[in-house]
């Protein structure tokens, strides 16, 4: 069975302190891993897709890494704007449709 | 571009009242979807659709339908509510092939049911 788990729950950050969020997974074949970004009372929004292990991808102050258990994301010098929940899915090869499984997400809080 | 449109944002029901939640997407794309969101917990998949004219069950589809009206339009409908359905639900649709394309989510209807 496809799983995804985050770490930490929560994290708190100063304004510039940057940190990594993680995103652990078993699936049977990975077509591709995927990041979102969810803030309050919004759905979640589209950031990275990384589809092999050593494969990056960067956005502004985000960087998303792959290995073949796990990804990174990078958070360089965030700022208050960057406060939201961080969703991590990964889509298996097989039983289209049902082959999005997203982990419990990351709440990220940047203070002042 | 509207991306997916969900109606209706808020919605309080009693127990045993009946209810259709709307999407739409103008992204022309093939699959949509039905999500809920609750505490603590990934989203999880109600129904999905993979094209016009198809429906599938998902991981978590007791007391729940759904109609794929046409292409752009998916509805998940809750014939008879109860308090275990108080959830966000977010639809989302995608395209597959070659480059397959992420999920596009809408913002979500917050159902309470007492």
């Known amino acids: 069975e496809d799983q995804v788990t985050q770490s930490p729950e929560a994290l708190r950050l100063q304004e510039g302190e940057s940190s990594s969020l993680n995103c652990s997974y078993t699936v049977s074949g990975l077509r591709g891993l995927f990041w979102y970004r969810q803030d309050p009372g919004k759905g979640p929004e589209f950031l990275f897709t990384l589809y092999s292990a050593g494969e990056e991808k960067e956005k502004e102050r985000l960087k998303a890494t792959l290995t073949k258990k796990e990804s990174f994301l990078h958070i360089t010098a965030p700022k208050p704007e960057d406060s939201a929940t961080y969703l991590c899915?990964?889509?298996?090869?097989?039983?289209?449709?049902?082959?999005?499984?997203f982990g419990p997400g990351t709440r990220l809080s940047v203070l002042p | 571009n509207a991306g997916v449109t969900q109606t209706p944002k808020f919605q309080v029901l009693k127990t045993g009242q009946s209810m259709t939640l709307q999407c739409a997407q103008d992204m022309n794309h093939n699959s949509m979807y039905w999500y809920r969101q609750d505490p603590g917990m990934g989203l999880r998949l109600i129904y999905y659709s993979a094209s016009e004219g198809t429906t599938d069950k998902g991981e978590v589809p007791n007391g729940y339908n759904v109609s794929r009206l046409n292409k752009r339009e998916f509805s998940l409908r809750l014939e008879s509510a109860a308090p275990s359905q108080t959830s966000v639900y977010f639809c989302a649709s995608s395209d597959y092939g070659p480059g397959d394309s992420p999920l596009h989510f809408g913002n979500g209807t917050r159902l309470t049911v007492t």
């Open positions: 899915a990964v889509q298996n090869r097989g039983n289209y449709g049902q082959n999005f499984v």
